[in-house]
């Protein structure tokens, strides 16, 4: 894994609050701050006056709230509409402010960084959170890189990572956009990403149980139109298929009775039942695009197997909670071959 500070060399550690890999240079002056990256330690110094100009403009707009409500106040019988509208003016420009003041925030913690830096960090807390204020600040960061092809491992690595933790986050156009950004074709970026990072998604999806990383990987697999590869992540699915137990997974399903829907076990669920359902969640998900696939390749029982499962499953109402409650160690733990 590379250091995102210094995406040319190996990490050797990771930041104590973010968990950004590090370098050897990095954690050396990272240790007298408690562990904290560049990064980390920028945003603990803007956070408390970020956090007191946040409650100061709460505070203008509750205030401009209630004054409104005296200064507009209608006469006995009068229209209270006037009134209303200026006093809810204060809490909608209120969040109006706080929300551009996060943004800015967002561009504070990250201006003191290199291009290449900017972009390296600014695309791992992408992966971490899904903000979409990281993405797009990477992608203008990337355009500043010199020479961006000496980095392309980490690019890769990193990539790889936003495809695995949060594909829910990425925009429908998220190669085209990457590609030209990095200055490769999308045919040749998708070629390498898939040759980079074919086995941390294997490791990722059945070992740490990222099952959402399922659809990125499929689709990497059409747009480089890999069928033997497609073919090897089906053989996968039904190795994990016969280690799943539906009828434990059942008894944690929601059920209507006279109306009402309740829980046939009414304690929490363990963790093999949250991976069994996360895991069964995807393929239901995707559903339509198995069928697909393996009506072409004549795999008709193993078509028959996972629709006879899936049929026996409830779509979660959330998804995404059902996956996040699946992973193990934690939702931003991933693996590397």
């Known amino acids: 894994m590379k250091c995102c500070y210094h995406p040319d060399q190996e990490a050797e550690g990771s930041c104590a609050y973010c968990a950004v890999p590090l370098c050897k240079t990095c954690l050396v002056d990272a240790k007298p701050n408690n562990?904290?990256?560049?990064?980390?330690?920028?945003?603990?110094?803007?956070?408390?006056?970020?956090?007191?100009?946040?409650?100061?403009?709460w505070f203008a707009g509750i205030a401009w709230m209630i004054l409104a409500y005296f200064i507009f106040e209608p006469t006995q019988g009068g229209d209270w509409s006037y009134a209303l509208a200026f006093s809810v003016l204060g809490p909608v420009v209120a969040v109006i402010i706080n929300r551009l003041m996060f943004h800015v925030f967002i561009r504070l913690i990250l201006s003191n960084l290199k291009p290449q830096q900017k972009f390296f960090v600014a695309f791992f807390r992408f992966?971490?959170?899904?903000?979409?204020?990281?993405?797009?600040?990477?992608?203008?960061?990337?355009?500043?890189?010199?020479?961006?092809?000496?980095?392309?491992?980490?690019?890769?690595?990193?990539?790889?990572?936003?495809?695995?933790?949060?594909?829910?986050?990425?925009?429908?156009?998220?190669?085209?956009?990457?590609?030209?950004?990095?200055?490769?074709?999308?045919?040749?970026?998708?070629?390498?990403?898939?040759t980079y990072g074919r086995e941390i998604f294997l490791i990722n999806i059945f070992k740490n149980?990222?099952?959402?990383?399922?659809?990125?990987?499929?689709?990497?697999l059409k747009r480089t139109a890999r069928k033997d590869l497609y073919n090897e992540l089906i053989d996968s699915i039904m190795a994990r298929l016969e280690h799943v137990d539906?009828?434990?997974?059942?008894?944690?399903?929601?059920?209507?009775?006279a109306n009402r829907i309740v829980l046939q076990a009414k304690?929490?669920?363990p963790q093999k039942v949250l991976v069994d359902k996360a895991f069964l969640t995807e393929l239901k998900l995707i559903e339509e695009e198995l069928e697909t696939f393996?009506?072409?390749?004549?795999?008709?029982?193993?078509?028959?197997?996972?629709?006879?499962?899936?049929k026996?499953?409830?779509l979660p109402m959330i998804p995404k909670a059902t996956f996040e409650a699946a992973r193990y160690p934690g939702i931003n733990h991933l693996s590397w071959p």
Not at 35 to 55: D, E, I, M, S, V
Not at 209 to 220: D, G, N, P, S, W
Not at 250 to 255: E, L
Request: glycine share 2%.
């Open 35 to 57: 562990g904290y990256c560049l990064t980390c330690l920028r945003q603990k110094q803007f956070a408390r006056t970020f956090n007191y100009l946040r409650l100061f403009v």
């Open 127 to 194: 992966s971490l959170t899904g903000k979409k204020n990281f993405y797009s600040q990477a992608l203008n960061a990337i355009n500043q890189v010199p020479n961006p092809e000496v980095y392309k491992d980490a690019f890769y690595e990193r990539f790889i990572a936003v495809l695995i933790l949060q594909p829910f986050a990425l925009p429908a156009n998220w190669s085209a956009n990457v590609s030209k950004a990095w200055k490769l074709s999308e045919e040749e970026m998708l070629l390498e990403l898939l």
């Open 209 to 220: 149980h990222h099952y959402q990383a399922i659809t990125t990987f499929i689709e990497l």
């Open 246 to 257: 539906l009828e434990e997974i059942k008894r944690y399903q929601p059920h209507k009775v």
């Open 267 to 269: 304690q929490q669920e």
């Open 294 to 310: 393996l009506m072409k390749e004549n795999r008709l029982k193993d078509w028959r197997e996972i629709a006879e499962i899936s």
């Open 312 to 314: 026996q499953l409830q």
